[in-house]
């Protein structure tokens, strides 16, 4: 599932492999086309993010394909959109910043906690070799599944599953990047974090959440608080934790 989010400023408060990116024939491609290019100068660029590599991501992944058909004209605004199910995909700058925050390497094996569209995975995908991204709500998990086969999008695997226990199948993960809070940090993310792998994750209660990016140290998680967030709850086993 993934978050909703707002930002206010340079606050966020709220909730490898290339691909040949489709767009659409015309008027309608060169639009979204230039309403990307903005979005990331204005809305990414300008609030610091300066990994080149995750900028060029941004402009590359078409984010009007990850929401519904009819929103796809709001695709590149500076907030989240929903996207069913009570979900929303999050406002492009909190998917630049969290990713940015993991200093992803080409060769880096990456688990996402809450597909929701397969936007954020779809920006993975771009910087890393593979993408292993799980969602709870099993309509999104298929339809973003599809989108990113759309896309072109080999290196990104998809699961319907509780984000709570992790993929163990393919542990270790370089990174690890969670969309929803829980109140703690899983067990099983933390078990599944290579050493010296960065997990970023929204950590809190709802409306009094906080954005770490935490790295394992000599099997220790040692964590930097970065922001204040506002994500929607994690669900499944982590609401037993609560």
């Known amino acids: 599932m993934l978050s909703s989010v707002l930002s206010v400023g340079f606050l966020a408060i709220s909730g490898g492999c290339s691909a040949d990116n489709k ?3 015309g008027d309608a491609g060169d639009r979204f086309v230039k309403a990307r290019l903005e979005m990331v100068e204005r809305q990414i660029k300008a609030r610091g993010i300066k ?3 995750v900028l060029e991501a941004m402009r590359k992944v078409p984010r009007h394909e990850f929401v519904p058909p009819g929103l ?3 695709a590149y605004n500076d907030c989240p959109l929903p996207i069913g ?8 700058y909190i998917v630049a910043f969290m990713t940015e925050q993991l200093h992803l390497e080409p060769d880096d094996k990456v688990l996402e906690i809450g597909t929701g569209s397969g936007y954020q995975a779809a920006i993975l995908a771009e910087l890393a070799k593979e993408v292993y991204t799980i969602e ?7 339809r973003a599944e599809k989108t990113l086969q759309q896309q072109g999008y080999q290196n990104v695997h998809v699961k319907h599953g509780d984000g709570y226990q992790g993929w163990k199948e393919h542990a270790p993960f370089d990174c690890i990047v969670v969309t ?14 290579k050493e010296g792998g960065r997990l970023v994750i929204p950590v809190g209660p709802e409306f009094n959440q906080t954005l770490y990016v935490i790295t394992k140290k000599e099997g220790k998680l040692v964590r930097e608080a970065t922001i204040p967030v506002l994500f929607v709850p994690m669900t499944g086993e982590a609401e037993k934790q609560r």
């Open 23 to 25: 767009e659409p024939e």
């Open 51 to 53: 990994d080149e590599r």
């Open 72 to 74: 796809r004209d709001s």
């Open 85 to 92: 199910e009570g979900q929303t995909i999050s406002q492009p």
């Open 136 to 142: 709870i709500i099993k309509s999104l998990a298929d």
């Open 180 to 193: 929803c809070a829980p109140t703690e940090v899983p067990k099983p993310l933390e078990e599944q974090l």
